[in-house]
């Protein structure tokens, strides 16, 4: 499976960004999805995460109420909306695939990841 994030850029804290990940080759509706991001001299962190079907998502304590993970499986596209950003959520972010299982935070555990979008949130 190859992943492609897009529609990272720089946006005023407060703001709104919606990134997009599109998926090639593999079964994309078999797969749960994930977003993290990773800034300068820190851990990659998780975000986000949604079930092969949609109905089940999970975000890190940092975005809960302010980000959304979706998917359109006929797109083979994952969506992460982000509201109300803010200057600590200036990272890379990376869309990520995992084959099996349930959820998880756990980078280490998906088996797919895409090149990254930059997000920059000004104060």
């Known amino acids: 499976v190859q992943l492609q994030a897009s529609g990272g850029g720089l946006v005023q804290a407060g703001g709104s960004l919606r990134l997009s990940c599109a998926a090639s080759?593999?079964?994309?509706?078999?797969?749960?999805l994930g977003w993290f991001r990773q800034a300068p001299g820190k851990e990659r962190e998780f975000v986000a995460a949604?079930?092969?079907?949609?109905?089940?998502?999970d975000y890190g304590d940092s975005v809960k109420g302010r980000f959304t993970i979706s998917r359109d499986n006929a797109k083979n596209t994952v969506y992460l909306q982000m509201n109300s950003l803010k200057p600590e959520g200036t990272a890379v972010y990376y869309c990520?695939?995992?084959?099996?299982?349930?959820?998880?935070?756990?980078?280490?555990?998906?088996?797919?990841w895409g090149q990254g979008t930059q997000v920059t949130v000004s104060s």
């Open positions: 949604i079930s092969w079907s949609g109905v089940t998502t």
């Open positions: 080759g593999g079964t994309f509706s078999s797969y749960a």
């Open positions: 990520a695939a995992r084959r099996l299982g349930l959820l998880t935070h756990q980078a280490t555990s998906y088996d797919y």
